[in-house]
DNA sequence: CCTCAGGATGTTAGCGTTAACATTCTTGCG
DNA sequence: CGCAAGAATGTTAACGCTAACATCCTGAGG
């Protein structure tokens, strides 16, 4: 095995190979001071030659920027944090911001230990990814950059954080229930203690008391997020007389749908069915197809990745910002 | 908002609050050298007050490591990334590596132009994921650090690339079902074109050749990658006389198991079904859960991280590690 | 032919840390 | 009391780069 493995090259080397000063190739090299073509061509040529990326720890170490951030992420699924991690991405674009990414998969002391190395590294700010949408210990206080929360908010108020706002989106999803004709309208849902099923229960209810309707068997059904539940919950709400139903996940609307179908349930003809999540693998896989609230985490962590660039700016925001979510429409509320 | 961003505090603060020289302080911080007891407290509270960090950077400019590794995935929804990162997280632990997570999203201009700032940054290593196990363009040409490959192996034999192994796996997996007493087995996979796919036929086909037995259907049954195919090859299998079904994924597995049901055959008794990927929110949730195959994926990025490490110690391997896969157990295959 | 503006290039301090080396302070012992 | 060993502390170069400043060079104008 050969593997020369050639150190990287530095900008002495480059101003060695061209045969000038290390000032005159930085120059040269940057686009600054008076350079003279011929210089500058070398140079650059030299550069090529060796490969040469000037060592960005020693310009960090100078300009106090290191163009990174941290993305701190308690779900190691990576259910929520990915779509934030992308989006984040996106928005430092070619703008030559790098991400670290540290998961605390909801260990505390995990967490404040990769907060620890993320500063020690001198990142130019935090995100914060919470694996719900409960709110979270702040750790903002006192710390050197700038941190935004998103998909769970920070509890401290004067953070910034960005969350999906369920209450409209849960809302705008039985508005579309309504509107397709649907008067019997139930709710099923994850676990109480959950703040998304609170929510989602809050805006349920208020889609339905606008449109002078009550909820079939008057309280929402709280269970877990899971597919399992939905199946179980369809056995309860069949015997009601209902013509919709709202789910608190995608998953547990999976499971309402093949529950529903296997009693001989036509969906959409018999039961409207929206999820929440737009979670693709599971929503464009039931049959039919799943109408479904999109919380749009890729356009939030797009969003809260600006924000942080602002806030690094010194223009800082501060409180919760509910993001708005997408009704996806599928075949499950509309007849054919 | 007052928002007082203290800057981070330096080693020289540190110093001047404790009352001692720099040298002195960084002894007394890194338990190097001679330091009176008395001192050394001294320097560890001015530390704790100002929550004293090292600048890693400056650290790294000397050491010439910078403990980061780049993680550079083409599968944005992390299908594969995420636990392949995961292990890597694992491997490195506490050792206080961190990693910095770039997604090329398949494009190989910004595959290029990320690779370069990992560079620019001085990661010590790299780790390649791919989207497929097919194998993937070399980047380690000349690189100045070592790169691991992971799931998806590098074109050039030279490198080190990590690949579950299929052809076992499937290979297991057919076993199982011929352990389990079934005999016509047909095999429903994804795409010709996809290595993987190739992989998992030919497991299938030798462990059946093992045991005596063909095909049913003579050739494995090619298609996509969904549960939509899934579906439809249920129709056409249900026509022939099989007594158990080999998927070439999950998805695929899922999407079999629930026609079948549609079609009143019963899992396990009538048709056992094992899917491949062990995607766990589908694989424990279909009706009845699915025996299948894990790919051990985050095994395998911990075994890639711990190799990445040796080679970063300048004790490299090469060649492509096919890595086990385990089978799981559950109701679609055993008669209850 | 000299001067000088300003273009071209070079020298050097400094970012925060470590480590090699230098200096100062204790002590124990002759 | 003097002195050396060695403990305790300090000074400084170096890592790779940038930017401020210094120097050198060229050629136009007098």
Redesign the interface.
């Known amino acids: 095995?050969v593997?020369q493995?050639?150190?990287?090259a530095t900008l002495t080397d480059v101003a060695t190979l061209a045969g000038v000063s290390i000032a005159t190739a930085s120059k040269a090299l940057n686009g600054r001071g008076q350079v003279k073509d011929e210089t500058r061509r070398r140079v650059l040529q030299a550069a090529e030659e060796l490969?040469f990326?000037?060592?960005?720890?020693?310009r960090?170490?100078i300009s106090g920027q290191?163009k990174?951030v941290g993305l701190l992420t308690s779900d190691?699924?990576?259910r929520f944090g990915?779509p934030v991690?992308?989006g984040a991405?996106d928005a430092f674009g070619?703008g030559?911001m790098?991400?670290?990414?540290?998961?605390a998969r909801g260990d505390s002391i995990r967490e404040q230990?990769h907060l620890?190395?993320?500063?020690?590294?001198?990142v130019d700010g935090l995100i914060v990814v919470g694996e719900s949408t409960d709110p979270r210990p702040s750790i903002s206080r006192?710390?050197?950059?700038?941190v935004v929360y998103a998909y769970g908010p920070s509890e401290d108020p004067?953070d910034v954080s960005f969350v999906p706002d369920d209450v409209a989106g849960a809302r705008t999803a039985v508005q579309h229930l309504v509107t397709m004709g649907r008067r019997r309208i139930a709710h099923v849902t994850g676990p109480t203690h959950y703040r998304a099923a609170q929510d989602r229960a809050e805006g349920t209810r208020a889609a339905l008391a606008e449109a002078g309707l009550e909820l079939v068997g008057g309280e929402p059904m709280f269970g877990v997020w899971?597919?399992?539940w939905g199946r179980q919950a369809a056995e309860i709400v069949l015997k009601l007389d209902v013509d919709a139903v709202m789910c608190g996940s995608d998953?547990i609307a999976?499971?309402f749908i093949?529950a529903a179908r296997d009693r001989g349930k036509r969906i959409p003809d018999d039961i409207a069915v929206v999820g929440y999540d737009n979670w693709e693998?599971?929503a464009a896989?039931t049959?039919p197809p799943l109408t479904t609230i999109d919380t749009n985490l890729e356009r939030l962590g797009r969003t809260a990745a600006q924000h942080l660039f602002a806030a690094i700016d010194g223009k800082?925001t501060?409180g919760v910002h509910l993001m708005p979510c997408r009704l996806v429409i599928r075949e499950s509320t509309v007849r054919a």
Request: hydrophobic fraction near 40%; glycine fraction near 4%; include cysteine.
């Open positions: 095995m593997s493995r050639p150190r990287a490969s990326q000037p060592n960005a720890l020693a960090s170490l290191t990174t190691s699924v990576g990915i991690l992308l991405e070619a030559e790098a991400v670290m990414l540290c998961d230990h620890r190395t993320l500063l020690a590294r001198r006192n710390l050197p950059v700038p004067d899971s597919q399992r998953q999976a499971g093949e693998v599971l896989e049959r800082a501060s």
